[in-house]
């Protein structure tokens, strides 16, 4: 018999986000019975100790004279990448830095204190990044499978789309109908109220958080948690250049992107001028 | 006298828990947190929004609590009303986000500390409990759909007839961990062989929160914080330590008293309140939702920009507090101080805060079990 993949869940500088985002994993209990966790900041397991690994998770970011387990977290984080395999990085603090510090693989836009072990190195960024994300890339490699990476080492099985793909406010974003205010059905959150679906790259409104529900379409614009410059300034609104949104949707010319709105907003849609749900016939 | 220096984990972060015996017996205990991750000053220069999708980074468990917290801080200094509605589901979402926390506390970090436990029933109720969450407020951990103003949601009557089906369908199965007469094979099992008796505090409780049933039951203008030997500020209350949390907050419901008339505030008291509480939060939850009007805005506009202002929300393990101060839309100054540093003071031997007092002159075999039994934040913490 072939014995379980040794697993060791390790925490830098975090608020365990990504534990609990985790643990809403439908099949966690199914998945965590292939391998073998030797050690979790949170779920039972055994005294932490330094040991060889298969895959090693890293939640958190990283940061100078911050202990962790009684170790600098930077050296304690360097053993372990030696000892292991293979290394995600689950959550934008672990790949970019986020809130907290550091990350491992990048410093925001920069390259980060173990960019050379980027070759065994998956970026799961988020914050927190989906359970389904999580558990896609322990399988993957338990699998042995391919993963297609990429140039930040995301999977793109999950990170070439945006988030904006499979949002219920897209009929509103064709014909350029922004949100009023906050706390309506009616209106994209793109134009006035910060939204950054159509360029962050996740699968948010494609899977659904919690099986139900994605941020945007409880009314919350998505803020661009899944990349590098997370969490920027001024979240609520949307920054402008000349009247239009300063950031475009991924992979269009501002001169495209002027033309086809303009286009769509002389042509008015009128249904979805109107409230959705009303008295009127 | 001997020192035991020991870090605890399976917290929601790190302490370090020291020890002073003599035999076996604990004679007094420190706590120390050493980490600490600046989000106060990270909030600065910010505009007041903002806070709405930082503050509930303070933590993964209990982040919901923060966000609550903040909205009802900036509305505070902002002098903002919201309307029924919107008050209605912040209840619901944090009422949710307690039972989670109580749920996943007690299988996944109390009850390893005594005996072994099939700790995936923790996530049966904890992953439904977050979808009901989620349709209201997007995701669970980590939404921002309560802002000053009111929510950014805009339910339909099929998205209350999910909630409340759902409610109903956990309010059930959580009879199985303990039912409405208060009656429980695992909390009976967990104490088989250990004394109900054990690990007795300062029996001094305060509630500074109003929301779901919770009545408060003292001013935030007494709560005042000091350095200590840590990384973290003691937190007293008119120059005492107190206890907040559970079993503070539900000292006037009739079967929790009947328990504490019996043993007082020890641990089996303490573990009670908070799995109990689960049974009353879902009772109140399924009143107000009928008390929902569909009809009502969700959100209404702030008009204001300057002012200063303090939020105080019953989050899962006690009172926690928010305040802020605005200039022009922008984040002057904000100030976090969470229920852990309550109940996690360092006080002297003579003046003990909740955790010492109930750790003092009992068995250091049952040092993890009575310090975890305060539902520890070291996260919250080191905010």
């Given at each position: 018999m072939h014995s379980k993949s040794k697993v060791i869940w390790i925490d830098g500088v975090s608020c365990y986000g990504c534990s609990h985002s985790f643990y809403n994993y439908p099949e966690i209990k199914e998945l965590l019975e292939k391998i073998e966790l030797i050690y979790h900041p949170l779920l039972p397991s055994n005294e932490f100790k330094f040991q060889r690994c298969d895959i090693l998770i890293i939640e958190g970011a990283i940061k100078n004279n911050f202990l962790r387990l009684d170790f600098d977290l930077i050296e304690l984080i360097s053993k372990l990448i030696n000892l292991s395999k293979k290394i995600i990085l689950i959550g934008t603090c672990s790949v970019y830095g986020g809130i907290f510090g550091e990350g491992v693989l990048f410093n925001k836009e920069n390259k980060g204190k173990f960019f050379k072990y980027k070759d065994k190195?998956?970026?799961?960024?988020?914050?927190?990044?989906?359970?389904?994300?999580?558990?896609?890339?322990?399988?993957?490699?338990?699998?042995?499978?391919?993963?297609?990476?990429?140039?930040?080492?995301?999977?793109?099985?999950?990170?070439?789309?945006?988030?904006?793909?499979?949002?219920?406010?897209?009929?509103?974003?064709?014909?350029?109908?922004?949100?009023?205010?906050?706390?309506?059905?009616?209106?994209?959150?793109?134009?006035?109220?910060?939204?950054?679906?159509?360029?962050?790259?996740?699968?948010?409104?494609?899977?659904?958080?919690?099986?139900?529900?994605?941020?945007?379409?409880?009314?919350?614009?998505?803020?661009?948690?899944?990349?590098?410059?997370?969490?920027?300034?001024?979240?609520?609104?949307?920054e402008t250049f000349m009247g239009i949104p300063a950031n475009i949707p991924l992979g269009v010319s501002k001169r495209a992107y002027l033309t086809l709105a303009g286009v769509a907003k002389s042509l008015k849609n009128e249904r979805l001028e109107r409230k959705l749900i009303d008295d009127s016939e | 006298m001997i020192v035991n220096k020991k870090i605890i984990t399976k917290i929601e972060g790190e302490a370090t828990l020291k020890l002073y015996k003599k035999n076996e017996i604990i004679e007094f205990a420190q706590i120390e947190f050493w980490q600490y991750r600046g989000i106060e000053e990270f909030l600065k220069n910010r505009h007041y929004l903002d806070a709405c999708v930082i503050n509930p980074r303070v933590c993964g468990i209990c982040g919901h609590s923060h966000l609550i917290a903040t909205a009802k801080a900036i509305e505070d200094a902002l002098n903002i009303e919201i309307t029924e509605k919107a008050k209605i589901l912040r209840e619901i979402t944090l009422g949710l986000e307690i039972i989670q926390n109580h749920i996943k506390w007690f299988y996944l970090t109390l009850y390893p500390t005594i005996k072994k436990i099939d700790f995936f029933k923790a996530f049966e109720f904890s992953k439904e409990i977050a979808k009901i969450i989620a349709i209201i407020a997007g995701q669970f951990p980590h939404n921002s759909y309560a802002i000053p103003g009111g929510v950014t949601c805009d339910l339909?009557?099929?998205?209350?007839?999910?909630?409340?089906?759902?409610?109903?369908?956990?309010?059930?199965?959580?009879?199985?961990?303990?039912?409405?007469?208060?009656?429980?094979?695992?909390?009976?099992?967990?104490?088989?062989?250990?004394?109900?008796?054990?690990?007795?505090?300062?029996?001094?409780?305060?509630?500074?929160?109003?929301?779901?049933?919770?009545?408060?039951?003292?001013?935030?203008?007494?709560?005042?914080?000091?350095?200590?030997?840590?990384?973290?500020?003691?937190?007293?209350?008119?120059?005492?330590?107190?206890?907040?949390?559970?079993?503070?907050?539900?000292?006037?419901?009739?079967?929790?008293?009947?328990?504490?008339?019996?043993?007082?505030?020890?641990?089996?008291?303490?573990?009670?309140?908070?799995?109990?509480?689960?049974?009353?939060?879902?009772?109140?939850?399924?009143?107000?939702?009928?008390?929902?009007?569909?009809?009502?805005?969700?959100?209404?506009?702030?008009?204001?920009?300057?002012?200063?202002?303090?939020?105080?929300?019953?989050?899962?393990?006690?009172?926690?507090?928010?305040?802020?101060?605005?200039?022009?839309?922008?984040?002057?100054?904000?100030?976090?101080?969470?229920?852990?540093?309550f109940n996690l003071s360092n006080g002297t031997k003579n003046k003990p805060s909740a955790a010492q007092a109930s750790l003092m002159n009992e068995n250091e075999k049952f040092a993890d079990f009575i310090f975890k039994c305060f539902d520890i934040c070291a996260i919250c913490v080191s905010h």
């Amino acid at each position: 018999m072939h014995s379980k993949s040794k697993v060791i869940w390790i925490d830098g500088v975090s608020c365990y986000g990504c534990s609990h985002s985790f643990y809403n994993y439908p099949e966690i209990k199914e998945l965590l019975e292939k391998i073998e966790l030797i050690y979790h900041p949170l779920l039972p397991s055994n005294e932490f100790k330094f040991q060889r690994c298969d895959i090693l998770i890293i939640e958190g970011a990283i940061k100078n004279n911050f202990l962790r387990l009684d170790f600098d977290l930077i050296e304690l984080i360097s053993k372990l990448i030696n000892l292991s395999k293979k290394i995600i990085l689950i959550g934008t603090c672990s790949v970019y830095g986020g809130i907290f510090g550091e990350g491992v693989l990048f410093n925001k836009e920069n390259k980060g204190k173990f960019f050379k072990y980027k070759d065994k190195i998956i970026s799961i960024p988020g914050c927190p990044p989906h359970p389904e994300w999580i558990a896609y890339a322990i399988e993957m490699i338990l699998n042995k499978k391919r993963l297609i990476l990429d140039k930040e080492n995301r999977p793109k099985e999950i990170f070439s789309y945006t988030s904006h793909m499979g949002c219920v406010r897209n009929e509103y974003f064709e014909w350029k109908i922004d949100a009023k205010n906050f706390g309506e059905k009616e209106g994209c959150l793109f134009y006035e109220q910060g939204c950054q679906g159509p360029y962050t790259h996740s699968s948010c409104n494609k899977i659904l958080w919690n099986e139900v529900n994605s941020k945007p379409r409880a009314g919350t614009p998505c803020f661009g948690c899944t990349e590098k410059t997370f969490p920027k300034k001024n979240l609520f609104k949307t920054e402008t250049f000349m009247g239009i949104p300063a950031n475009i949707p991924l992979g269009v010319s501002k001169r495209a992107y002027l033309t086809l709105a303009g286009v769509a907003k002389s042509l008015k849609n009128e249904r979805l001028e109107r409230k959705l749900i009303d008295d009127s016939e | 006298m001997i020192v035991n220096k020991k870090i605890i984990t399976k917290i929601e972060g790190e302490a370090t828990l020291k020890l002073y015996k003599k035999n076996e017996i604990i004679e007094f205990a420190q706590i120390e947190f050493w980490q600490y991750r600046g989000i106060e000053e990270f909030l600065k220069n910010r505009h007041y929004l903002d806070a709405c999708v930082i503050n509930p980074r303070v933590c993964g468990i209990c982040g919901h609590s923060h966000l609550i917290a903040t909205a009802k801080a900036i509305e505070d200094a902002l002098n903002i009303e919201i309307t029924e509605k919107a008050k209605i589901l912040r209840e619901i979402t944090l009422g949710l986000e307690i039972i989670q926390n109580h749920i996943k506390w007690f299988y996944l970090t109390l009850y390893p500390t005594i005996k072994k436990i099939d700790f995936f029933k923790a996530f049966e109720f904890s992953k439904e409990i977050a979808k009901i969450i989620a349709i209201i407020a997007g995701q669970f951990p980590h939404n921002s759909y309560a802002i000053p103003g009111g929510v950014t949601c805009d339910l339909t009557n099929l998205d209350i007839l999910k909630i409340k089906n759902s409610l109903k369908k956990m309010f059930d199965k959580y009879q199985n961990v303990i039912d409405i007469k208060g009656d429980s094979k695992d909390l009976e099992n967990l104490f088989n062989g250990i004394s109900k008796e054990l690990g007795k505090s300062i029996n001094k409780f305060l509630v500074l929160g109003d929301n779901l049933y919770f009545k408060s039951n003292g001013d935030v203008e007494f709560v005042k914080e000091e350095q200590s030997i840590s990384f973290n500020k003691n937190v007293l209350y008119k120059d005492e330590f107190v206890e907040v949390g559970p079993l503070a907050r539900n000292l006037n419901n009739k079967l929790i008293k009947v328990i504490y008339n019996s043993y007082k505030d020890s641990i089996y008291t303490r573990i009670f309140a908070r799995i109990y509480e689960v049974n009353l939060i879902f009772k109140y939850l399924l009143k107000i939702i009928d008390e929902i009007n569909i009809n009502e805005k969700s959100y209404i506009k702030p008009k204001n920009c300057s002012g200063t202002g303090i939020g105080i929300v019953e989050a899962p393990r006690g009172s926690l507090i928010h305040k802020v101060e605005i200039e022009n839309e922008k984040i002057k100054n904000y100030e976090i101080i969470v229920p852990t540093q309550f109940n996690l003071s360092n006080g002297t031997k003579n003046k003990p805060s909740a955790a010492q007092a109930s750790l003092m002159n009992e068995n250091e075999k049952f040092a993890d079990f009575i310090f975890k039994c305060f539902d520890i934040c070291a996260i919250c913490v080191s905010h």
